[in-house]
């Protein structure tokens, strides 16, 4: 797809300096999360304890989930605009059926896996744009969640609650969780032979028909992987929450785009991070509302703080890859 | 004969016949009651898709990746300074409506400013634009509660023989617009970069002077229908352009416009926008709840560009 001109291949004598700039740009995102935690000690060292992760954190593992989602979605040079409202729809179904009839909820959680390896299968299929699509989708479950759930309100199972606030030694919560769902993700998508096909898929999917990989089926894949961990998202955040609202993740669509970007992801060419992806989510959880808190700044500017803060990692990434070629 | 077939062939006319046939369907459903209000109704509320749907459209043509997800948010900001600068003074509309357009126009010079300088896609530029613009206008607008002047109130509901004269005025636009896009070089250019962005450039298009053009136009055609609809729903509010995000991009899907670029189509905004307000007109008389109308309503979207179909990849 990307033919690779002659002039931009790394030639021997800068080949250290393009190395360099490009192991800072996977640690940006690292880099991003170092700063905006060192703005926090600074502005209030207290926070920088056991209980403030875990009370700043509070969200970061439904985001963190959210962000993974995507990245899936992304790393076949799809979008899934419906997330948000397909995280609502989990929390209405989480907060009600699974409470109250276990099974059912659960099959109707796994049904919605399958809806989202269908809507995989129809999107390479038809050859349709994936950002209509799953527009469409996203009044598809806000409906649905508004009809199972009319009111806010519902309960969390307790098994549920209980696991969301697990209080493990030393390291807070959100925090090891953040590091077991970036590790699992990391070792399927970048040490697996198939995540290798998963990424290729949006690499070079010619390169992959040629060698005999069926695109319908990476496709599906990615879809339903999706859609397993928008419902892992789905759960978490109800666990947190304890009951749930058909709005509930609106705002999840837009948080976890901006994650994956911020995370070193690109829109084409199967290239995405894992880790970054968490880090990203990370991030946006930290400046969106703690950061601006200690800043004194009001809630009003919660979104735009997450605006600047991809502009400004857009921007720096700019000034590595410049060096980079 | 074969002039029947070219018109079948032309995308933009189913767009219209799904609009009559989901207006018969009400019809018949009420019994002949109220089917020219709903003309009317369906007409007025139709224009503010189809003045952003044009804008989203020539964002769109410009090629793959290329679209505005900013536009709700500026549709929110330039309602809020429209009615801030009209001040609820019969003297001030047509200074509002000016303030209005210049914002969004230099919210869609921003976005394109972003996608140059950070060499990053629209999808992503414009959703930090969004972002920004929505905290903006959520601390701009706080409390904000002046009503439209009563002059401008009332031309975005005045009606000459069941027909809204804003429809009337918006059908002359996308006229023009259509013109712009078929005949002028500004339209030209906008489809050549759609096609083959490196082959335009070759051939001599400004590809960044008319990239720029259009983001900007898109960004000004969404602060006029932020104006516009604070007058048709007498007052500003943030979330009054929330809905314009789908409805953007569906009309000019199901209009028949290549979500691939380089293949755009004027007339087929219209048809999907009267199908889009007509689909909600018919499941309200119908009854059905919000929960119902919402998955209909999502359904038959994925429906009608599963049945139109992708393009086939080029490569």
């Known amino acids: 797809m990307t033919a690779i001109a002659p002039g931009t291949l790394p030639k021997s004598s800068p080949r250290g300096s393009a190395a360099r700039a490009r192991l800072l740009r996977g640690l940006l995102p690292a880099l991003s999360l170092a700063l905006v935690l060192i703005a926090i000690a600074w502005l209030n060292p207290r926070a920088i304890s056991y209980f403030g992760f875990n009370l700043m954190l509070n969200l970061a593992i439904p985001?963190?989930?959210?962000?993974?989602?995507?990245?899936?979605?992304?790393a076949g040079n799809e979008l899934d605009l419906s997330i948000g409202t397909f995280v609502g729809f989990v929390g209405c179904v989480t907060a009600t059926w699974l409470r109250d009839a276990p099974l059912l909820g659960i099959l109707v959680l796994l049904g919605s896996i399958g809806v989202y390896a269908l809507l995989g299968a129809l999107i390479h299929l038809r050859n349709l744009p994936s950002i209509v699509v799953t527009l469409g989708m996203s009044f598809v479950w806000q409906g649905l969640a508004i009809l199972v759930l009319p009111k806010p309100g519902g309960k969390a199972p307790d098994w549920l609650l209980s696991i969301m606030s697990f209080k493990p030694p030393y390291i807070p919560f959100p925090i090891l969780a953040a590091l077991i769902i970036a590790a699992v993700v990391h070792f399927g998508l970048m040490r697996t032979s198939y995540g290798v096909i998963?990424?290729?898929?949006?690499?070079?999917?010619?390169?992959?028909?040629?060698?005999g990989w069926s695109l319908l089926k990476t496709k599906i894949v990615l879809f339903a992987l999706t859609g397993l961990f928008g419902v892992l998202s789905g759960m978490a955040l109800i666990g947190i929450t304890t009951s749930a609202d058909a709005n509930i993740g609106n705002g999840y669509t837009l948080l976890s785009i901006a994650g994956v970007i911020l995370g070193g992801?690109?829109?084409?060419?199967?290239?995405?991070?894992?880790?970054?992806?968490?880090?990203?989510a990370l991030t946006l959880a930290l400046a969106a509302s703690p950061l601006l808190t200690f800043m004194h700044?009001?809630?009003?500017?919660?979104?735009?703080?997450?605006?600047?803060?991809?502009?400004i990692v857009l921007a720096a990434r700019v000034l590595i890859s410049r060096r980079e070629r | 004969m074969t002039s029947v077939r070219t018109l079948l062939e032309k995308p933009w006319l189913w767009s219209f016949v799904g609009a009559l046939v989901v207006w018969l369907a009400t019809v018949a459903f009420t019994g002949g009651y109220g089917a020219g209000g709903m003309v009317t109704a369906a007409l007025s509320l139709a224009v503010f898709t189809v003045i952003v749907g044009v804008g989203q459209m020539f964002v769109i043509t410009l090629g793959p990746g290329n679209v505005d997800l900013s536009l709700p948010a500026n549709i929110g900001l330039a309602s809020a300074v429209a009615m801030k600068v009209m001040g609820g003074s019969d003297s001030m509309i047509v200074v509002g409506l000016l303030a209005a357009l210049a914002c969004g126009a230099a919210i869609g010079a921003i976005n394109y400013l972003l996608i140059w300088a950070l060499r990053i896609p629209p999808i992503i530029a414009t959703l930090s634009a969004s972002f920004i613009i929505q905290s903006v206008d959520i601390s701009y607008g706080r409390g904000l509660q002046i009503k439209p002047p009563p002059g401008f109130a009332d031309f975005t509901n005045w009606q000459v023989l069941g027909i809204p004269v804003l429809a009337m005025l918006t059908v002359i636009f996308t006229i023009g617009a259509a013109l712009a896009l078929q005949r002028m070089i500004y339209g030209r250019s906008v489809l050549a970069i759609g096609q083959n962005i490196r082959a335009a450039w070759l051939a001599g298009v400004h590809v960044g002077r008319i990239r720029f053009l259009t983001y900007t136009l898109c960004g000004a055609l969404g602060g006029i229908d932020g104006a516009l609809l604070a007058g048709y729903f007498r007052g500003a509010n943030v979330d009054i352009g929330n809905e314009y995000l789908l409805a953007s991009i569906a009309v000019v899907v199901i209009g028949g416009t290549s979500v691939a670029g380089g293949k755009a189509n004027v007339p087929g905004v219209w048809g999907a926008g009267l199908f889009l307000v007509l689909l909600l007109t018919m499941l309200n008389t119908f009854g059905v709840s919000a929960g119902v109308r919402l998955v209909l309503t999502g359904l038959i979207i994925v429906g009608v560009i599963t049945a139109a179909g992708g393009e086939k990849a080029a490569r």
Do not use: C, H, K
Request: hydrophobic share 55%.
């Open chain 1, 297 to 311: 700044i009001p809630p009003d500017w919660q979104v735009a703080a997450n605006g600047a803060i991809l502009i």
């Open chain 1, 265 to 280: 992801g690109e829109f084409v060419g199967g290239r995405v991070s894992p880790v970054g992806a968490v880090l990203g």
């Open chain 1, 63 to 74: 985001i963190a989930l959210a962000t993974i989602a995507q990245m899936f979605v992304i």
């Open chain 1, 198 to 211: 998963l990424r290729g898929s949006g690499g070079n999917a010619a390169a992959l028909r040629r060698a």
